[in-house]
């Protein structure tokens, strides 16, 4: 599933090649990615404005559309992507999520997309159709964003509770942005088995989350994705710990599959 970098570079994309571009038309007659707005509502909002800004919080991210327009929030789901493709046909991506071929115009799993006054249009490609497009999204509710939060708001979101502290990484309201496989990532990096409870950190091991968060975000912006990270290619049945070649182990936690060194994260 797209996690903040996959986020991010979508939202990258948007910024670099959709943004002040008038928009002539909306395709928004999917009614279950769309919902609950109707066919129509998302193009009578945004037909003659052009997106100004492309913001992302976490996994969540949304246009503006104009000073006194609406905002466009746009979710990836599964497998959605951002799409694109200029008058030219050039295309510019957004993940490793592509399902036709690169160049090709074969947009079959176009869930939503806008068309720019020259001819260019901005695609949301979701084969599994679990994206989400939406004016005014609430973001409110959703917790720092993990990439760029402050060591007081990370010490905070771990601050309290009996919640084991992968299932705390996981909370969208503390921590915005962080997927299972980030997770995954992080505590290994920082030597922390991801049952422990969150009261039984100490500052030492708070300290070393943070630092592994941070670099294992700007490790996956800059390399394309969670997938990339070190510690995923081992996270399967016989796998070993990259670091000392200890058996890897799993179990659930916080209702998701998570891997750990069966030696170094105890």
Request: glycine fraction near 12%; charged fraction near 30%; charge should be positive.
């Amino acid at each position: 599933m797209p996690e903040l970098p996959e986020v991010e570079s979508a939202r990258a994309v948007i910024e670099r090649a959709g943004l002040r571009r008038e928009i002539v038309g909306v395709d928004d007659s999917d009614t279950y990615v769309c919902r609950p707005h109707r066919p129509g509502q998302i193009r009578d909002a945004l037909l003659g404005r052009a997106l100004t800004a492309a913001h992302r919080r976490g996994k969540s991210m949304w246009c503006d559309a104009g000073d006194d327009g609406p905002e466009l929030g746009i979710h990836l789901g599964m497998s959605g992507k951002i799409v694109i493709a200029d008058p030219d046909g050039t295309e510019i991506d957004g993940g490793d999520y592509w399902e036709g071929r690169r160049g090709s115009g074969d947009y079959r799993w176009s869930r939503f997309s806008l068309t720019f006054a020259d001819g260019g249009r901005l695609l949301l490609v979701d084969p599994r159709r679990l994206g989400r497009v939406r004016l005014d999204p609430p973001v409110a509710a959703l917790g720092p964003d993990a990439a760029t939060m402050t060591p007081a708001q990370f010490r905070a979101a771990l601050a309290s509770g009996t919640a084991p502290v992968k299932a705390r990484l996981l909370d969208q309201e503390a921590i915005a942005g962080i997927g299972n496989l980030l997770a995954d990532q992080i505590l290994w990096s920082a030597r922390i088995n991801p049952g422990r409870r969150v009261d039984r950190l100490t500052a030492a091991d708070v300290d070393r989350l943070l630092r592994a968060l941070r670099r294992a975000v700007r490790s996956a912006i800059r390399d394309g994705g969670v997938h990339t990270l070190g510690l995923i290619p081992f996270r399967r049945p016989e796998g070993r710990c990259p670091r000392d070649g200890a058996p890897m182990a799993k179990s659930t936690v916080g209702g998701r599959t998570s891997w750990w060194c069966s030696v170094e994260q105890v």
